[in-house]
């Protein structure tokens, strides 16, 4: 079975530095997404970045961008130019290519100072 | 696009009585939607997975007539916490997965119940 693992409970930033966020999960499969959801104190859960497994290039939002490496399992999320609206709960997530399940990890709840 | 309602977004209720929680998808089609809880602090439980015009997939441990599912159409799916109590307390969230694009969910807002 697959596995999520975010082994940061919490993360703490100063506004306008960078913090990257760890996730490892686990899978036998090859064919797989990723995924990083925001849920800020309003508890609506919103989509930040999505990578494809079968993809080399890291994906881009804006000021967010991950880390994939395949071979480790590894899944980080580096935030840049970090804001006050940015401090909120992330969650890493997996899901198998035409699965129907997708799995989250823990979370880690980030913190931005002013 | 990919916008994902849900109402109510609060809803307090006597214990033993029935709550109905809805979900929509407002700009797609979604054949499957998904049902999860959130304890305070903690991750997302999937409760069950809704097929539109089929039988709900429940998670183990999740009791299928306590937590009454329907997929009536491919915009829709509701929620029915029957004969509620104090237990039953936790926020509600869905979410749906665009036919168009099957790959990815998109939440919604999520309902805070409080049995009393």
């Known amino acids: 079975a697959q596995t999520v693992t975010q082994s940061q409970p919490e993360m703490s930033v100063q506004e306008a530095e960078t913090v990257t966020l760890s996730c490892t999960y686990d899978?036998?499969?090859?064919?797989?997404?990723l995924f990083w959801y925001k849920q800020p104190p309003s508890r609506q859960m919103i989509l930040v970045i999505r990578q494809e497994a079968y993809k080399q290039q890291n994906a881009t939002e804006n000021r967010f961008s991950v880390n994939f490496q395949k071979a480790a399992k590894s899944f980080s999320l580096k935030i840049s130019d970090s804001q006050l609206g940015d401090a909120a709960m992330y969650f890493c997530?997996?899901?198998?290519?035409?699965?129907?399940?997708?799995?989250f990890g823990a979370g880690t709840r980030l913190f931005v100072k002013a | 696009g990919a916008v994902v309602s849900q109402h109510p977004s609060w809803v307090i209720c006597k214990s033993g009585t029935s709550v109905k929680i809805e979900c929509r998808s407002l700009?797609?089609?979604?054949?499957?939607m998904f049902w999860y809880r959130q304890f305070p602090k903690q991750s997302l439980m999937l409760m069950a997975t809704s097929n539109e015009g089929s039988k709900a997939t429940y998670e183990q441990g999740v009791e299928k007539d306590k937590f009454l599912i329907n997929h009536a159409s491919l915009t829709l799916s509701t929620l029915t916490v029957t004969s509620a109590h104090p237990e039953d307390s936790s926020f509600y969230i869905c979410?749906?997965?665009?036919?168009?694009?099957?790959?990815?969910?998109?939440f919604g807002p999520g309902t805070r119940l409080l049995v009393l």
């Open positions: 700009d797609f089609q979604a054949t499957t």
């Open positions: 899978t036998s499969e090859s064919d797989y997404y």
């Open positions: 997530a997996y899901k198998n290519t035409g699965g129907f399940k997708t799995i």
């Open positions: 979410s749906a997965r665009a036919d168009r694009n099957q790959e990815t969910q998109y």
